[in-house]
C-alpha cells in the first residue's frame, strides 16, 4: 500500500510554470504505475498523464503533450508533474494515484486504487 501527498500547487499567471510533487510516505511506491488527475470546478475527474513502475514509459492527454512532464524518482518515493506555459483551462485540483503495475498505462481513474488529497492549481489570465 501507499500513502500519497500532494503539494506544489498555486496561483500562477498565464505562460508561467508549476511543479508538483506526490510523496508517498508508507508503502512500496515503486511498485506502482502513477498518474495525475485534475478534477476542475464542475467537472469529472479527468486523466492528464501517467508514468509505469521503472519511470521508462509515459502518456499524456493530448492538451498537455509538450507542455506538461510527468517524472519520478524512486529513491525518493516521489512523482513529479513539469507544469509549462501554463493556461487558465489548465485550472483544477489535481490529484495523484497509484495503480497496481500494468503492461499498459491506464488512462482512466479506473484501476487507480490509492489516492493523494489533491492540490489546487489556479491560472490567472
Known amino acids: 500500500q501507499v500513502q500519497l501527498v500532494e503539494s506544489g500547487g498555486g496561483l500562477v499567471q498565464a505562460g508561467g510554470a508549476l511543479r508538483l510533487s506526490c510523496a508517498d510516505s508508507?508503502?512500496?511506491?515503486?511498485?506502482?504505475?502513477m498518474g495525475w488527475f485534475p478534477q476542475a470546478l464542475g467537472r469529472g475527474r479527468e486523466f492528464m498523464a501517467a508514468?509505469?513502475?521503472?519511470?521508462?514509459?509515459?502518456t499524456y492527454a493530448d492538451a498537455v503533450k509538450g507542455r506538461f512532464t510527468v517524472s519520478r524518482d524512486n529513491a525518493k518515493n516521489t512523482v513529479y508533474l513539469q507544469m509549462n506555459s501554463l493556461k487558465p483551462e489548465d485550472t483544477a485540483v489535481y490529484s495523484c494515484?497509484?495503480?497496481?503495475?500494468?503492461?499498459?498505462?491506464?488512462?482512466?481513474?479506473?484501476?487507480?486504487?490509492?489516492w493523494g488529497q489533491g492540490t489546487q492549481v489556479t491560472v490567472s489570465s
Open positions: 508508507v508503502g512500496s511506491f515503486s511498485s506502482y504505475d
Open positions: 494515484a497509484a495503480a497496481p503495475s500494468r503492461i499498459i498505462l491506464s488512462r482512466t481513474p479506473v484501476g487507480y486504487v490509492y
Open positions: 508514468i509505469n513502475r521503472s519511470g521508462l514509459k509515459t
